[in-house]
């Protein structure tokens, strides 16, 4: 998890000398600063990966987070300060969590296993070391590139390869969703057939086609959605999320500081502590 840590030093902060009644209120300012600091942080870093990404998805957007700092106390009843935290988010309900794609384009190197991948060797259809690689066709693709999760989901539940062996394909389900197809047109594409050319698939007929996931659309038409390759994606560093978060917390510090502070005493004059 990329995370940034933001806390402030009341002791050394800014370069002046505080008031009795401000030198009081420096702890609390100190934490809403952090906060304030840290949303300006995750705003910046949600734009850097929608100017930088082409057509994000929403998790995508949505991948920087905060944790705010707060005050918690420690087994002997002590208050302490917990800082503010900034980070890519590392876990989803569904689908690969932020933080195992985007870390490539943060650090550089290597692509990461996406779910199909580790299915697919799950089911021993994709080698180790084999990536399965998406092939453009604008009729599987969703609006952002990505082959369609429904589209995913089809072919891992067709190969036998879905994490839950309950959610795979038997043959009493595809006779019942043939049945349903011939029925309704509606249903064609949930009733979509694909199947695997594996890399030890040398005789038989299909030697002539190169290992990957098709669809048979029909007696006839073939369409590949995936290609299978030794060659894993590389990535450039060009997230640099790092550089951002410290360019932000120079810019705003300051003025974040001075107004929690002069909220904070305008606040204890009203409750008449001077």
Same mark, same amino acid.
């Given at each position: 998890? &990329? ?14 000398? @505080? ?8 702890? @609390? ?16 870093? &949600? ?47 569904? %689908? ?14 290597? %692509? ?11 089911? %021993? ?37 879905? @994490? ?14 043939? %049945? ?29 086609? &190169? ?41 705003? @510090? ?21």
């Amino acid at each position: 998890m &990329s995370l940034i840590r933001i806390e402030v030093d009341t002791g050394g902060v800014l370069d002046r000398t @505080f008031s009795d009644l401000e030198e009081r209120q420096l702890p @609390f300012v100190g934490i809403a600063t952090a906060n304030k600091v840290a949303e300006e942080i995750k705003y910046r870093w &949600s734009r850097l990966l929608h100017r930088q990404l082409s057509s994000p998805v929403r998790l995508t957007q949505n991948a920087a987070m905060v944790k705010r700092a707060r005050y918690t106390r420690g087994g002997s009843g002590q208050r302490n300060v917990q800082a503010a935290e900034v980070f890519i988010r590392d876990e989803a309900a569904k %689908g690969t969590p932020p933080a195992r794609y985007l870390f490539p384009q943060v650090f550089g190197g290597q %692509g990461h296993d996406r779910g199909i991948d580790r299915g697919l060797r799950r089911a %021993g259809i994709l080698g180790m070391g084999h990536f399965a690689i998406p092939v453009a066709d604008s009729t599987l693709m969703d609006a952002n590139g990505n082959v369609k999760r429904g589209v995913v989901q089809q072919i891992l539940s067709q190969m036998g390869a879905q @994490f839950d062996p309950l959610s795979n394909e038997t043959d009493a389900s595809r006779g019942r969703n043939a %049945g349903r197809g011939k029925r309704r047109t509606a249903l064609k594409a949930k009733n979509r057939r694909y199947f695997a050319v594996t890399t030890s698939d040398r005789k038989g007929r299909n030697r002539h086609l &190169s290992p990957g996931i098709y669809w048979r659309d029909g007696r006839v038409d073939l369409t590949k959605v995936y290609h299978f390759t030794r060659r894993p994606s590389k990535y450039r560093s060009r997230l640099d999320i790092f550089s951002a978060a410290q360019k932000s917390f120079d810019q705003v @510090f300051p003025f974040h500081f001075n107004r929690e502070l002069q909220k904070a005493l305008e606040s204890s004059k009203y409750r008449g502590k001077r």
